[in-house]
């Protein structure tokens, strides 16, 4: 019976661990922040462009008067997908710009802290420094 039991938990992924024996479970994951600058076809700072990504969940931020940006850490596998820069405003931040988007996996990335060297692989930055074109 007792055998039956250890094949039973066995099988729906309970074990018994010890300290010589690590027993991990799930996917590595990092930290991960977006960070950068819009500015105009002449370098100047570009306030209130709203950064989004319909691939990657809760990465949105806005650019604040200096034109600089960071989104919230987002615990990942990795990011990936496209970030999208849509004025909102209209005329309100110097003009009007047209969208544009910029494919994540070709931003660079740094790895700004170390994992624990389990499942916690670090915590990295990309950064996306934009220039956007007036309408």
């Known amino acids: 019976m007792r055998r039956l039991i250890y094949l ?3 099988a729906l ?10 027993c991990e479970y799930g996917t590595p994951t990092a930290h991960f922040t977006v960070k ?6 002449d370098g100047k700072p570009i306030k209130g462009i709203v950064i989004s990504s319909k691939d990657v969940y809760g990465l949105d931020a806005v650019t604040g008067e200096d034109g600089h940006f ?6 990942a596998i990795g990011i990936h997908g496209t970030l999208l820069f849509t004025d909102i405003d209209g005329t309100e931040n110097g003009g009007e710009f047209e969208t544009q988007t910029v494919d994540l996996d070709a931003l660079p990335e740094t790895k700004v802290a170390k994992g624990d060297g389990h499942w916690y692989m670090g915590e990295y930055e990309v950064t996306a420094d934009v220039k956007l074109k007036a309408k």
């Open 8 to 10: 039973l938990f066995g």
């Open 13 to 22: 992924g309970f074990t018994a661990c010890s300290e010589s024996m690590m």
């Open 36 to 41: 950068g600058r819009v500015t105009d076809a």
């Open 70 to 75: 960071a989104t919230q850490k987002i615990e």
